[in-house]
């Protein structure tokens, strides 16, 4: 099990009881809008997070005060074995430093305690608030790829988009 804390926040693995919070987002169309996701139904909520909880790479932003899960956060590992990070959070409580804050923890967490030497992260070219967030901790954009497919509509066919890819070594 994971718990990192900021000043804010605690970072934690899933649980049952963030059904609500976690659908409050998950469920929205401005939050899928830039994802390989649609906005999630109540079902498809329920098993990310019977999927998730036992996962300690999946992780949950909740405010320390009050309690309520605000956003997920986490990193995957890919073929090659990059650590990549990604996030979505609560529009409702954006553009109060929730997610800088948990990505800085984050970032930490995965260079001091997990040790790994750099860390990847990627998105639309059009998510301005993603690549910006990216940039506040410190990644650096390597390179713009073009013909990137995450999801297809909603007749199967690939959505095309061009995407940042951007690095953060640990120096």
Known sequence: ????????LVLRNYKPADFND???YFSKEEVSRYEDFYPMTEEQVQSLIDEWQTMDNRL??????GGIVIGSIGYWIDEDGHHCIDYDF????????????SGKALVKYLLETLEVTA???????????SWKLLERLGFQRMQRL??????NDLDGNPIFIST????LKNC
């Open 90 to 101: 609560n529009p409702s409580f954006c553009g109060n430093g929730y997610a800088t804050e």
């Open 22 to 24: 976690v659908f409050a």
């Open 146 to 151: 073009e013909q990137q497919s995450y999801k």
């Open 1 to 8: 099990m994971v718990f990192i804390e900021t000043e804010r």
């Open 60 to 65: 949950v932003a909740e405010l320390k005060t």
């Open 164 to 167: 940042y890819l951007y690095e």
């Open 119 to 129: 860390i990847y992260g990627d998105c639309d070219v059009e998510n301005t608030a």
